[in-house]
Structures are given as structure tokens and as C-alpha cells.
């Protein structure tokens, strides 16, 4: 074997290995967006066996079609996919401690019998409720040692130094609860009746109280049951139950849904991908979207503000085996049969391999001339004429039948204005209102609780220097 | 074995990649996701094509020449199929094969 | 087989990119400076040329960020991919007579090929880093793609019929007698129109907006990825007034009636600084488009009249 021969293999083996990875990964991957170029790379790889086959227009041809058609297909996925880059079920992976690849440990369960959930949604609600509020007269007293730990508490947050999402996300919770305590406890103190933006507070803070994930699909259904109130577009703050004006520029107030009062004025930055996903839910066509099912796992988390982390795949599947269903049908990214399919998909390797190297095949024929566009475009212009005009007229009934499947109903009436909205309006921010990050809404509720709480507390000094009215 | 990588090895590589595109179509719910595995098995197929055509008969490019017709006939489908997947989408508002059953009951 | 002209080969190579990414970054600065109507360089006339060595060690000083929930994979290897893309189509590109990294005879379809992958960077750089700007900026860089890929195609279309060849080299020398800008005026035209889309350049710098995404796909870069990622897009702009100079300006073949009294190279080089002026002089001269306005000249202008450009280079070659 000489140098040269080599060197074919050393290429041989690297373009291989770049094929069959590309393919294995874009069944493992769970961002839609590296599933596609993982696919890319597969196919642009077998690019270089082309070249190595002495097949230069092929190779080059391959490279050519698929980068633009992989990326036509990545973006199609970008825009149907609910969670694009993969970050939901990333979180959720790794909240719920399950174990293997990614695509794979996101699976369908066998569907449960059905069994009515001992625990359904509303009623761990109101347990976690209940509990907090027993805490909240427990720990009436020394509400100023207190307030100190919550600014400490809110100050540690507003660093986004802290990466790891689990710390963080225990850290809010605690100062959640440290601060829900307080303010009931300076209302009590006060000896007022919660006011209405008050108790709309408060239910903000329940639905934030759950993990993480579950904010997004308790919004959608708490959206009819909150009261609406309104809101001054450039002054947050303000805050009334009435339409009117603002008492600080006069523009007039705006409505906002209840537990979203605070996630529209301010959204992080970095939220793209989850801005994406988002709008998927914010359009499908059954309102409480793919995370139906995600009120199944409040019955996962303590209702003592801090995280409970039992809620391994396991335990919730002994508990609570239909909502784990439920959640799993929205998430999963593989079917219930993906057991079969890969038995299937190894015996079907076996099967091929064994039969290739039975064959005796012949040894490598030398190619003549290696001018193979000329050769080619002669052969596709005299002998295969036929077949060339064909492709070329499947491509073109390929674009018209594309155009013609396609195109948007103009007539019909506009029964699915939200999907137009999902295919179409990307640019729009006002849809994104509820697409803030999961951990940003929690996060912003904290800072309005602190300022609520700062606010009342200087209103109960006895100093009663000025007191201004925040709510 | 003399020589650089043989057909046996480019045949090997074809059906492991066959193997991989059948465990993603039967495997994904997405639907773009099943697309995306038919283009694999589509390539899996042409690398074996190219395979054949340089070692079975190199003179004759008429093996190329299928190569580009089966090329084109990937792009159509990959096409078509994305066109209907949008309709459904639109008609449905989701893209999961396992919400598409009414058939089977 | 290997060996160490092959060697030397590839260094030259990566010595002409930088060299050539250099100047165009000057030329990319003196223009814009005077489309801006304001004086971007510190330092005084003759120094200027060293404008972009300073940035480039002011960049390089710089910390390299790391991002909170970006995607990092993607984003760390998109300006490594890029720019070793970008390496790989320097190689095809005739810088004189018998002066080629490698003579491809499928040259301009490889030309056409390996750039898509640049695109492709440019949206994984802009998804990386997971912000709304980024995600904005994936689908405007996924929209440059479909702008410009079929367009070019068929303009570069053009010259290959007249030389029936790929090659560059070919097509090149097959240009002695008369340069195929007179034979085909439209195809140039619509050749500079969609270098200007694939380079990233004003007015379709829409992926990389600074007044409207923040900078876009390159916002979250700094120090030497963000250095690197400059460097790739600079030489892009070259390659493509480049490979325009081969297909239309006959290469590096000298004036036909005062004859080549420059040494071929020189020749090369100057006309395709030339042209790269002139590409990135009116797109700076012009407002930047929206994407659709865009797709819209892509598919509904430039696409009809390459098509007939087509037929006429077609009547040209028979009748002529």
C-alpha cells in the first residue's frame, strides 16, 4: 500500500464517518435547527466520497442542491416547530433527570389506561396555595430582617452571572416566597383590604411559584380567568382597573391580561429561539398548544417555594401516568414505537452489509477520460434526451405544484388568522408578549414585588416622608 | 485489499446510512423530520449508484446521468412534500404525524 | 500524491487572502468614510493604510464573549468555517497565466457550489447566539440565499456557453481576441448586482444591518472570532470581483489595443481592485432594501433578464 493509497483511505474514512454522524445526528439532536444542518453535513460530506469516486460534477452538484435544500428545509422546521432550539426540552431533560441521547430519553409512553390523575391540576393549585398562606402566618414577624434578605435576594438576581439554571431558579423561588410573606404580612400590618392590582399581583406570583416550564402553558389558560387591567404603555408602574388616563403623561391606559401584566413591558434580550416557540403556541389552533398537559407536573413541585427535585421520569410516571402522557405528547420528539423502529433499522443494516460482503465483487476499472461535464452534457443532450427533458419537466411541475399547494387561501374566510400570523409575520413584536423567557417573567414579577414592597413599607413608616402611590 | 477504499467499503457506508434513514423516518413525529429521513435513504441510494457506475463501468457516464435524474427527482419530492406539510400545517396547526390518525379509527 | 509544491501552493494562498483582505478592508473603509460624508480614520493621509492593522489589534485585544444561552457549537465554529470555505475558492482563482492554485474542470460550478456553505455561517452565527436580532438575521441571510443563488447561476451561465468550458482557466484565456463584458453587457450587470447580495454588501447588508438588528449576525462577536469573521467576508468581497474579472474582464489578460505592458498578475490584481470599487462604490450610493423588496428583485427582475441574456449570448454564439 503506497502513500497515495493512503491517503484515499485516511479521506475515505473521514467523509464516512462525517456521513453516517450527520445522519445519526439529526435523529439525536433536539434543536430542529442542528437536526438540519447535521443533515446538511451528511449530505455535503457524501460530497467527498463523490470526489474520491472521481465523480467531480456529482460532488459538486450534491453540495450545490442540498446546501439550499436542507436550509429551505432547517427553515421550514424554524417555523413549524414549537421549540426550534431545543432549549424547552432541554430544560425539561434536565430537570427531570432522564437519562440517555437527547431525542431518544424524549419518547412517547405507552398510553395509560384511563385512570382518572389522583392529584389533577386545580387541586394542587390550591393545596400549594393553601400552604403557602399557612407559611405566610408562621412567619409573620420580623419582616424587616426579612426585607433585607429580599434585597439581598433580588440583587444576587439581577447579576446574570449565575449559569446554572437549576440554582437560579431555587434562588427566585425562595425570594418569592420570602417576599409574598412579606407583603401579606405588611397588608395585615397595615390594616387594609388588598387592593385589586394587589391581589392581581398575588396571582401572578402563584402561577410563578410552579417551575419553570409550566409558565407558559398556564398562561394560555389562565388568560380568561384573570381580570384585566390596565396599564400606561411608557410607565409600567401605573396601574388601574378602569380605563382612563395615566396620571404622568395622560396617555391612555391600555389593557393587559393578568398574569402577563409584567412580561410585555420588558423581555430579555436573548430570547430568540424561545420567542420562536412562543408564537407556535401563541398560534396553534388549540389555544392551550402542545403544553397542555403540563399542569401534570405542579403535582412534581413543592409547594414550600423551594424546587422539589423529585421529579425524575420515574416517580411521575407512578403518579401521575396520564399527565405524563399528556405532557409527553406535546413534547416528545420520537414516537411510542422507537424501540421497534431501531430493532427494525439494525436488522435492516445487518441484513444489507451481510448480503455486500457475500458478493464477490469486481476490482476497481480505471477511468478513461476524466472530462465528465463534457461527457455528460453530450450523453444528456443526444442518448438521454428523453430522461433529461423529464427531469427537467418534474422540476417544473415540482415549482408549479409547490406554488399551486402552497398558496394562501385569499377567499376563504380567515378561520385560521393565527397560523397565517405564525407562517408569515415573524417581524411583529407584538406577538411575542408572552414569549419572554421562562425565567424572566418570574424574574420581573420579583422586581415588582420588591418595588411594591419598598413602596408599602415606607408608606407604613412613621416617618411618613412622601408616599407616592405605585400601585 | 490493494489499493484505496473498494466498493464493498462505499457499499458498507450506503447501507449503514440506509440502515440510519429507516430508523429516522419510522422513528421522528415531526413531519419535516420524516422528510428529512427519506433524503437520506434517497442518498443512500445514489451513493451506491455513484459506487457502481466508477466500478462497475466508468466509460459508460450514463451512470451519471441517472445520478442527476434521481437528484432531481429528490429535489421534487423534498418540494412537494414541504408544499403539503405547509397546507396541513395551515389546515391543522401542527406538524405532528401522531395528530393525523383519524383514518385509522 | 503529495508534495511540497503543494505545500508552498496552499501557503501562497492563505498569503493572498490575507493580503487581499487587507487592502479590500481599506478600500471597504475609504468608501464608506466618503459615501458617510465624515472622517472615520484617526490617522493622517499616507498612514491611512494602516487603519485597519490598528482596528484589527485594538479587535484582537479584546476579551472573547461568552454568551449566556446561545447555542455554542454553532456559534463558535461559524467564522473558523467560513473562512476555511473561503480558503478552499481562492484556490480556483486564475491570478495569471499558468498562476492557479488548481485548475478545476468543473471551476465555476465549484466557485458556485462552496459559497453556499458561507451563507450558511453567516445564519448559524446569527442563530448562535439566541436573540431576537438573531433570529431575524437567520432568516434575512436564509432570504439572501434564495436571492442570490439561481440568479448568479444564470448570469454566470453567460461566458461558459461562449467558452464552453468551466474551467476559469479556460475561460480566461479564451477571451484574447474580445472581453465577454462587450458581448454581453446584461449578464455583467446582473453578475454585479448578485455579487453584491453574496459578499453582505450595502444596500444588502441586510443580515448584518448595524441601524436595525444591532449588527445582526455579527452582534455578539468580538475579539478574534469576531477579527476572523471580518477577514472572511473582506476576501469574499475580493473573490467575487475576482471570479467577475475572470468571467468578463478577460482576466489577467492586459488592455486589448495598448497590450500587456504590466506583468499579468499586476494586471489581474488591479482590475479586480478596480471592479470591487465600483461594486461597493454604488452600493453605497444606494438605500438599503427591505427583503422583500429584495426577493423581489432577485426572482422578478434579475431572474427574467438572466434568462434573457441567456437567449441572447445564445444567438450571439451561433450567428456571430
Known amino acids: 500500500m503506497n502513500w497515495n493509497d493512503l491517503l484515499q483511505w485516511i479521506v475515505f474514512i473521514v467523509c464516512a464517518a462525517l456521513v453516517l454522524g450527520g445522519a445519526l445526528g439529526m435523529t439525536l439532536t433536539m434543536s430542529m435547527y442542528r437536526a438540519g444542518l447535521s443533515l446538511m453535513l451528511c449530505l455535503v460530506a457524501m460530497a467527498g466520497l463523490f470526489v474520491l469516486l472521481e465523480a467531480d460534477m456529482l460532488a459538486v452538484i450534491q453540495v450545490m442542491m442540498n446546501v439550499g435544500g436542507m436550509l429551505v428545509m432547517t427553515l421550514f422546521m424554524v417555523m413549524l416547530m414549537q421549540d426550534p432550539g431545543g432549549e424547552m426540552m432541554w430544560d425539561m431533560k434536565r430537570k427531570m433527570q432522564m437519562p440517555g441521547f437527547a431525542a431518544l430519553s424524549m419518547f412517547m409512553p405507552p398510553k395509560p389506561k384511563e385512570v382518572a390523575s389522583k392529584n389533577s391540576s386545580p387541586d394542587s393549585l390550591n393545596q400549594m396555595v393553601a400552604q403557602n398562606g399557612a407559611k405566610m402566618k408562621m412567619t409573620q414577624t420580623n419582616k424587616s430582617e426579612e426585607m433585607k434578605m429580599a434585597a439581598q435576594n433580588q440583587d444576587g438576581m439581577i447579576k446574570p452571572s449565575s449559569s446554572d439554571p437549576h440554582r437560579r431558579l431555587r434562588e427566585i423561588q425562595q425570594a418569592m416566597a420570602v417576599m409574598q410573606q412579606q407583603l401579606v404580612a405588611l397588608e395585615e400590618e397595615l390594616d387594609q383590604p388588598p387592593t385589586a392590582t394587589g391581589s392581581g399581583n398575588m396571582d401572578g406570583m402563584h402561577h410563578s411559584n410552579q417551575p419553570n416550564m409550566s409558565s407558559q402553558g398556564q398562561s394560555g389558560s389562565s388568560a380568561q380567568t384573570q381580570p384585566t387591567f390596565y396599564t400606561c404603555p411608557m410607565h409600567p408602574e401605573v396601574r388601574s382597573d378602569k380605563p382612563g388616563r395615566c396620571p404622568k403623561c395622560g396617555m391612555d391606559l391600555v389593557p393587559v391580561e393578568g398574569s402577563d401584566s409584567s412580561s410585555g413591558s420588558g423581555s430579555d434580550e436573548h430570547s430568540g429561539h424561545q420567542t420562536m416557540s412562543g408564537m407556535r403556541q401563541a398560534s396553534s389552533s388549540d389555544g392551550s398548544g402542545s403544553m397542555a398537559g403540563m399542569p401534570g407536573m405542579i403535582s412534581g413541585a413543592g409547594g414550600d417555594g423551594s424546587m422539589n427535585m423529585d421529579m425524575t421520569v420515574a416517580s411521575m410516571q407512578k403518579r401521575d401516568p396520564k399527565g405524563y402522557y399528556k405532557m409527553m405528547e406535546g413534547m416528545a420528539m420520537s414516537t411510542g414505537q422507537l424501540k421497534l423502529a431501531g430493532i427494525f433499522s439494525v436488522i435492516t443494516g445487518l441484513v444489507l452489509v451481510f448480503l455486500i460482503a457475500r458478493v464477490a465483487w469486481l476490482p476497481k476499472s480505471p477511468a478513461l477520460d476524466l472530462d465528465g461535464p463534457t461527457r455528460v452534457g453530450d450523453l444528456l443532450l443526444s442518448d438521454y434526451m428523453m430522461a433529461f427533458e423529464g427531469a427537467a419537466l418534474l422540476i417544473l411541475a415540482g415549482i408549479v405544484g409547490a406554488v399551486v399547494l402552497a398558496r394562501r387561501e385569499r377567499n376563504r374566510p380567515q378561520k385560521k388568522k393565527q397560523s397565517r400570523i405564525a407562517s408569515t409575520n415573524l417581524v411583529a413584536p407584538k406577538h411575542t408578549q408572552d414569549n419572554t423567557p421562562a425565567l424572566s417573567k418570574p424574574y420581573l414579577q420579583n422586581f415588582r414585588v420588591v418595588q411594591k414592597a419598598v413602596a408599602s413599607y415606607k408608606a407604613a413608616s412613621p416617618s411618613g416622608t412622601t408616599t407616592q402611590e405605585v400601585g | 485489499m490493494t489499493g484505496g477504499p473498494g466498493l464493498v467499503a462505499y457499499l458498507i457506508v450506503g447501507a449503514i446510512m440506509f440502515a440510519i434513514g429507516i430508523f429516522a423516518v419510522l422513528s421522528q413525529r415531526g413531519a419535516v423530520m420524516v422528510l428529512m429521513g427519506i433524503e437520506i435513504l434517497l442518498n443512500a441510494a445514489i451513493l451506491n449508484l455513484v459506487a457502481f457506475w466508477r466500478f462497475v463501468n466508468p466509460n459508460d457516464y450514463g451512470g451519471q446521468v441517472f445520478v442527476i435524474v434521481a437528484m432531481t427527482i429528490g429535489a421534487v419530492e423534498m418540494a412537494i412534500g414541504l408544499a403539503i406539510m405547509l397546507m396541513v400545517y395551515r389546515a391543522r396547526g401542527t406538524q405532528n404525524i401522531d395528530k393525523f390518525s383519524e383514518m385509522k379509527e | ?320
Open chain 3, 1 to 320: 500524491m503529495m508534495s511540497w509544491t503543494e505545500v508552498l501552493n496552499a501557503l501562497a494562498v492563505l498569503g493572498a487572502v490575507l493580503v487581499v483582505a487587507y487592502f479590500t478592508a481599506y478600500l471597504d473603509l475609504c468608501l464608506a468614510t466618503r459615501a458617510a460624508g465624515v472622517s472615520l480614520t484617526s490617522l493622517p493621509k499616507p498612514l491611512g493604510i494602516l487603519q485597519p492593522l490598528c482596528i484589527t489589534f485594538n479587535l484582537l485585544t479584546k476579551r472573547d464573549n461568552r454568551l449566556a444561552r446561545a447555542d455554542h457549537l454553532l456559534f463558535r465554529t461559524a467564522p473558523i468555517v467560513a473562512f476555511v470555505t473561503i480558503l478552499m475558492v481562492f484556490g480556483i482563482i486564475p491570478w495569471g497565466q499558468a498562476l492557479i492554485g488548481r485548475d478545476l474542470n468543473v471551476g465555476l460550478f465549484f466557485f458556485l457550489a462552496i459559497l453556499g456553505p458561507v451563507t450558511i455561517t453567516l445564519m448559524n452565527a446569527a442563530w448562535g447566539q439566541n436573540s431576537k436580532n438573531g433570529v431575524l438575521a437567520t432568516f434575512r441571510a436564509g432570504a439572501i440565499l434564495f436571492s442570490y443563488e439561481i440568479t448568479i447561476g444564470f448570469a454566470i451561465i453567460g461566458p461558459v456557453m461562449e467558452a464552453q468550458s468551466l474551467s476559469l482557466e479556460k475561460i480566461v484565456a479564451a477571451q484574447h481576441s474580445i472581453w465577454y463584458i462587450v458581448l454581453q453587457p446584461l449578464g455583467f450587470a446582473i453578475y454585479l448586482v448578485a455579487a453584491l447580495m453574496m459578499s453582505f454588501r450595502p444596500p444588502f447588508d441586510i443580515p448584518l444591518a448595524g441601524s436595525e438588528l444591532a449588527g445582526g449576525a455579527l452582534a455578539e462577536y468580538s475579539g478574534g472570532r469576531f477579527v476572523l469573521y471580518k477577514l472572511a467576508l473582506n476576501a469574499l468581497a475580493f473573490l467575487l470581483a475576482a471570479i467577475g474579472v475572470a468571467l468578463f474582464l478577460g482576466g489577467w489578460q492586459g488592455l486589448p489595443l495598448i497590450g500587456p505592458f504590466l506583468p499579468d498578475w499586476l494586471w489581474f490584481l488591479l482590475k479586480s481592485f478596480g471592479l470591487l470599487a465600483l461594486m461597493l462604490w454604488c452600493g453605497y450610493q444606494l438605500p438599503r432594501l427591505r427583503v422583500d423588496q429584495m426577493l423581489a428583485l432577485a426572482w422578478k427582475i434579475l431572474l427574467p433578464l438572466a434568462l434573457l441574456n441567456i437567449v441572447l449570448v445564445g444567438i450571439v454564439a451561433l450567428f456571430v
